[in-house]
């Protein structure tokens, strides 16, 4: 099968650097076009992300691949979707909610960015988690007169939430969630990103629309398809969202009311083996196992535990009961959130979607 | 009035030079006799405090009180504390426990240690939030035969929580609580505290037997002195306690389900009035406001609050309604653990005892 | 004596927040203006430095001087400077070169600012350093026919270098001086400043214009004013200088090769007697010391010496040989980058240029 | 040929399993017995790296080698070296005085402690720099009647130095070295390693010994070996040690006086074709070039640049004149302290003795 033309847009920041890395080597896609904000078009990709210092701005622990150095940045704005067969988004909201409809005219569009995840006929995709939405794309082709669509995957935070959630939600039904978060600064990206001022030596209690993020796209992800589009799920979510000085990896500290009574080694039964059906399928990016669960009662720590599996599972750890919640359980997870959290989890989705014949 | 003879106990560790500290100028008490373990019975005080290689280990922000200086070290283990009018003691919990009844047969020991917090006839004193449990040291002094008596502070990750959680129980009675941590490594201590290859970058998500004893510890404060002794509170405390890499001032986010609803300005207010019959008595180690609500959405950040009124207010923040517990609300609060969490608490107590005739 | 009008410009920033921090309660300065970018025009202080989110973006120790909560913000590039006394001006470079002569030409500058320290007709002035230099002032009002002036303060790393080179140079002669800096985050302000991404864990090892920047002043300051103006110290200056995880506090490894040999002791002499006339002048903003010699082995260290003396003296230790340089001894400096070395020094300069009747 | 079996001394610890990280899966060797402390004996090495708590405390990237999880840890002092073919030695440095000589009665020991560095008869060995010395092996052999030998590697920060100034010293002549270390935690190890109460927010300018080690040990390996043992370079060393809140990776600012004057491109030229004979060996643990020069000028940094190479290049930036040396130049240089500083490059070392015909 010869690979798909692929398009990065949104290139020269850090989830677009995320695509570049994932898609790098990969055997179904190709990278053919990279574009970005009016600045950067019409300069080699390399001269791009250079600061006007010299310094080369690459972000990923992989090395820049060869293949993107050469290619010409086009202007996001201008981007021909046409000459592709598939965008890969990582563009800031505003401009995502210009920018995508566009290019899913003509191609799928997968998307880090938040503008169309509380759409009515956009299904929020993680990999292995809510394949039952994934029909919801027909309709919105079929709504929107689109040949693509939009496939958004939810909030980082929110993904390593889902996917553990998702295994409990099945086996015991869930009845409302708690959930702490200690988030890295990588979340924030660089432009201007957390300030080292701000950040070292200290926890900031906020991040700016966080929580309800994290609520909403929960509730949504863990939702069921119906003719009048995903209802979400009933149980409420709290969300609390704090940035810590970690670099990459959110934790997350996670309370959950079960609707029927579970002991510890029943839910640790439930997380090892969630997603077994999903990851038999060997996509190229995905983990041999959704979930990850440590024994040692320290773990899972960010640095320790977010590169697990190249940062494709969720590690979870402390697993115990909740003595407050009804039938409660707690644990602790770390997600790595541009990772699993962002381009290689949008990558992982579209590997499925091409499986399942939504791509191209 | 002539000041108290204090002896502080444990003197050399980081509780125990906070004590100094905070005993220094004290218009109540002068420190007249410092122990620590033998290793360092009979040096000069600043002899026992520095390391072979020279450096002198002082690790409060205040300077090393001039007139501690000069002291010579006494063995803990032999210390004879009818020599004193009272005994501040920062001892490890095992030797706390062996130690703090030989000084409590003659003088009153105030105490950071956890080792006499859950017995039944001993109260665990946070100033302002439970004078009616202070009666209950005639008892202790009367079944064990002694002249003096134990007064332990709570967990320093429990301070914070008491004292918010007082108003609410007070106003509004309480359901339940949920508590997420994110504690400072001066917590830990220095010997050997937290390794900094273990927190740079990181969080690791469990404190050894910190969960229990807030869990326990601040059921015990918040519950009511009977015959029988304290019957602690009736709601179940939910907690999950991390490390951070921040110095000082534990964070903790906290969400409390109501007994009757109440909106947030109601609650704001029952903690900004809360206390105030307390701080009026405007004791010398006395914040100004036991609690200090931010309107600002990003605070508290510990770095930034854990000095509020030098480290004796608990600084409040993010207060709204929590979607889960019902008649929820939830909040930030960051308290300094090394100050009101601790030594400075402490001395605080003892302000209070001897005002209400408890000491000397 | 009635107090100074003092307008401070570039007010919403880092270093103009210092100044009103450093200004508030001052004895002969009253802050009657403030003035910031055409952005922040217009509006109340506190409203200028408040986030869309609501986040007032104060950054000093000290509280928010209530006086300037109400002040309304001037535009800098249209601020008339004959309403003040005098103006102490943090601006960025280029919006100096353009603004400080306008103030000028009516009012004292005393400015942070890099623009014109190397114009041959400015001094850089450092309080008790250099007093040699001040006279200059007069031949720059009139070569320029200003009846006020531009005073800057050196880059914040050459503050701590110039200070303890000033006694080695007047005791010992200078032949040449090599110098490592470990530069705090709160150098590089906040926007964007040093991002949390790029610091934490890390080193990085070039600031831009730093070095240059540090070798120039330095050789500068320490020059001789001749007849055609200050001919800088003939000895050379190599300066490294890095970026590490540290909030405020230079910390800056130094060698020096002496013109004629000293022993460290005499060395050390000289440092704790430097600065001794100036420091008995007892300025408002003066520290008691100019240099502060610690003896610890394991000192300076930025975290618990940068505010030694609220951040106003230098403090040094680790005093010895250096087997490499000629008659070389080396050691280690901890400067405080947002006290001495910018706002409050500048303040100090202000003071004694009172004094010796340049203001007003 | 068949594999030699290997015993790892000190395995506990950090450098020990580095040690065990190195090996495994290594072509040459086979770790066929590890040792400890008695405390550490009879236990199964899982049980002996395992907190009371329940923690394994496994501190290398690489996971832990499924082949060592079973051995039974030795007591080190009562170790019979007769069992194996080579000893890779991670003891602390007293440990290391009294039970290095007893395995190397038999067989070689490669060793990461200081104790023997010093020995007349005994040569500090880094891979591809040093050749020369490898010889003196047979003297220490014949002189003590051993029949293995001690083959310490330096000191952590001197890896990167000697190796950086081994081209420079062949290409142009040294006159003399200044360097100043920014030192990773890792150098330290765990127990008790440096306290994050200390390093967080902080520089550290003192390491024990550490200078003195740095300064002597350079010029022991870029001397010359003669029929009186190696007589050390001529050229004197000045090093500034400190420690910064950086995990891994140590970065130093070196400045070098040359004998000769030498353009930045020929001294980079002589940087960039150090070692080719070496590296072209393609030893297992080699990298493809000892020095890796980096043109952006804010690199290296050792978050980014300590796993260049899996940690065994010596990356070095920022080249550049030194107006204060005579025919002085300057530059930055990351060296992974716990891959090329410590185990990874004894065991480089190892193979190149193989090689060599001095192991077995």
Redesign the interface.
């Known amino acids: 099968m010869r690979k798909l033309n692929a398009a990065v847009v949104g290139a020269t920041g850090i989830a677009g650097q995320q695509f570049l890395a994932a898609l790098d080597g990969h055997p179904l896609f190709e990278v053919t076009a990279v574009a970005a904000s009016q600045r950067s078009a019409g300069k080699h990709y390399l001269d791009a992300i250079r600061t006007p ?4 701005q690459w ?1 990923c622990r992989e090395s820049l691949p060869e293949s993107c150095i050469g290619l010409r940045v086009e202007d996001a704005a201008a981007f021909d979707s046409t000459q592709v067969d598939i965008v890969f988004a990582a563009l800031e909201s505003e401009a995502a909610r210009e920018l995508e409809p566009r290019y899913a005219r003509h191609v799928p569009v997968i998307s880090t960015a938040s503008a169309f995840r509380m759409e009515g006929d956009v299904p929020i995709l993680v990999p292995g988690v809510n394949p039952g939405h994934i029909p919801l794309i027909r309709s919105m082709q079929q709504r929107r007169g689109w040949k693509g669509f939009v496939a958004p995957n939810p909030n980082c935070t929110a993904v390593g939430l889902v996917i553990t959630l998702a295994p409990l939600q099945e086996a015991f039904g869930i009845r ?3 959930v ?1 978060s ?1 988030q890295a ?2 979340g ?1 990206g ?17 991040i ?1 629309k966080e929580e309800a993020k994290v ?1 909403a796209e929960t509730r949504k992800v863990l939702g069921t398809l119906t003719d009048a589009g995903i209802a979400p799920a009933e149980f ?3 969300a ?1 969202c ?1 940035r ?4 990459e990896g959110h ?1 997350e ?1 996670v ?1 959950v ?1 079960l609707r029927r009574p579970a002991r510890p080694a029943e839910v640790k039964e439930a997380f090892v083996s969630f997603g077994r059906e999903f990851t038999e399928l060997r996509h190229h990016s995905s983990p041999r196992r959704m979930i990850t669960v440590l ?10 535990d977010r590169d697990n599996e190249d940062g494709m599972t969720t590690t979870v ?2 697993l115990r009961e ?4 009804p039938d ?1 359980i ?1 644990y ?1 997870l770390v997600s790595h959130n541009t990772r699993m959290g962002a381009a290689k989890g949008a990558v992982l989705m579209a590997e499925e979607l091409i499986r399942q014949g939504y791509i191209p």
């Open positions: 210092a010299g310094a080369v972000f409302s969630v708690l702490t200690m600064v990588s924030a660089r432009a201007p990103g957390v300030v080292g001022l701000d950040i070292i030596d200290n926890v900031v209690p906020h700016s609520e409420p979510v709290s609390t704090t810590v000085p970690v670099l934790t500290c309370n009311s024994e040692d009662t320290f773990r899972p720590q960010p640095r320790l750890g402390r909740c003595p407050v919640l409660g707690k602790v």
